[in-house]
């Protein structure tokens, strides 16, 4: 048939290599697992922890405590509990050793409204001496042409009594009592509101009687 031309033999050989490389290539990837060249397999994402736990988890407040050092601090006319005389307390408080005062949260107030009212009650002396400041010997009352309205003495369910109490110099302690503007003079049942009018508070400490406020009571 002739000799052939010289490109044709090139173009043989390039065929015949091409196959070669296509077979080394295909062992070689065989061989390496499927995976491709110069890729690294991803790494396990490491696990912080639950980024919402913090969050979610409420703090809890710390309680609140009353202050014990503040004597004035306001507390209910007919206190739970009884009372414990303090170590050192001293002797007891005379009448004229302690001055007590009335005062309200307002001295001018609509009828059926409720309204706070308060005793102070103060060691005057240059003595600690101590004082049963118990419910029963304190009372708040309303009166009008001398004659109670409204106590807190009466339809009470409170029985707390002997709460002594050592009194520092020029020391007060504050009491209250909130009334609801209902009076119990004729008893605790069927009780109205005061009528409209002016009415004296006063604050009593077993024999010591305050000085009236004026309250205003308005339809």
């Given at each position: 048939m002739g000799q052939l031309p010289p490109s044709v033999y090139w173009?043989?050989?390039?065929?015949?290599?091409a196959a070669v490389l296509a077979v080394v290539l295909f062992i070689a990837f065989s061989c390496s697992g499927g995976e491709e060249p110069g890729k690294k397999p991803a790494a396990n994402p490491t696990t912080t922890g639950d980024p919402t736990t913090a969050s979610t988890t409420p703090s809890v407040p710390a309680p609140i405590t009353p202050n014990a050092s503040d004597p004035t601090s306001g507390l209910p006319i007919n206190p739970g509990g009884g009372g414990v005389t303090g170590a050192g307390a001293g002797e007891t408080c005379t009448d004229a050793e302690l001055s007590v005062t009335a005062a309200a949260e307002n001295t001018t107030?609509?009828?059926?409204?409720?309204?706070?009212?308060?005793?102070?009650?103060?060691?005057?002396?240059?003595?600690?001496?101590?004082?049963?400041?118990s419910a029963q010997a304190q009372e708040l009352y309303l009166e009008q042409n001398q004659a109670k309205q409204?106590?807190?003495d009466l339809c009470s369910s409170s029985t707390s009594s002997g709460d002594v109490r050592p009194m520092q110099p020029n020391i007060e302690h504050q009491f209250n009592q909130v009334w609801n503007g209902q009076g119990n003079a004729q008893g605790c049942t069927n009780r109205q509101f005061l009528k409209a009018g002016s009415y004296q508070l006063r604050a009593r400490l077993g024999n010591i009687v305050s000085d009236p406020v004026t309250v205003t009571v308005n339809a």
């Open positions: 173009r043989r050989r390039a065929v015949v290599a107030v609509r009828q059926g409204v409720p309204v706070t009212f308060y005793i102070r009650i103060k060691n005057v002396s240059t003595r600690q001496c101590s004082r049963d400041l409204w106590s807190s």
